[in-house]
């Protein structure tokens, strides 16, 4: 039996994910919002910049990031500072999770303490993506990311070897503090993977899984 996916499409997960930051405005007087990498933000920057929000209170983290400096084409905070160039989003601040002069164990300490004070309150959204092995953030198929102590936050990761492969992910236990999850899974393929893993995959072999945790919020699916 083949599970029925709900789905909204992106000005609908943008009107979503704009009420959960001005609540979050509304309640906290800021806001933080978690977004994967890679191309996954910058189908929503358009849609959310139309919205009237007080960006300048609002925080962006990178869910993830291959270990390159902002200027390398491979860098996802490189990335997301040039989709928010000339937009309102402009205004927001970018907490990125590359330390440069560091290596990513020598790094680890200062990112946990820093993810867990800003994740100290849920954050409002994270919008992450999925690839087609199944990885959401940088949190692949057989990686140590599965074995962490329970609270980790933050785990170095590593990518497909021709792809720069030493990258930092947030972890699942950092995306469960989140009051809304959105997905983009705007392919029958990834459809498909998501079905797999809402039926009970092992998050080893297909990540995505790991964010139906129990506790953690249900995914919105995004066509």
Known sequence: ??????????????????????????????ATVIWSGGRTPKSIVEPLGRKALDWA?????????????????????????AYLAGTPLEAARI???????????QALPQLEARMADLLKAPACAALLGMGPDG??????????????????????????ADNTPERISLTPAALK???????LCNSPEKQALYAAA???????DLPV??????????????A
């Open 95 to 105: 907490e990125g999770l590359y330390r440069s002069e560091q290596t990513r164990q």
């Open 177 to 183: 503090r989140c009051d809304a999850v959105f997905l």
């Open 1 to 30: 039996m083949t599970l029925k996916l709900d789905l909204i499409d992106l000005a609908a997960a943008a009107e979503a994910i704009a009420s959960s930051i001005q609540t979050a405005l509304t309640r906290n007087g800021a």
């Open 198 to 204: 809402a039926d009970g995959a092992d998050p080893a």
């Open 57 to 81: 209170k609002v925080t962006f983290i990178m869910g993830d990031e291959r270990w390159v400096p902002l200027d390398d084409p491979a860098s996802n905070e490189g990335a997301m500072r």
């Open 135 to 160: 990885h959401t953030a940088s949190l692949f198929p057989g990686g140590d990311w599965v074995s962490l102590p329970p609270g980790q936050l933050v785990t170095p990761s590593e990518g497909p």
């Open 209 to 222: 899984a790991a964010l139906l945790q129990p506790g953690a919020p249900q995914p919105v699916l995004v």
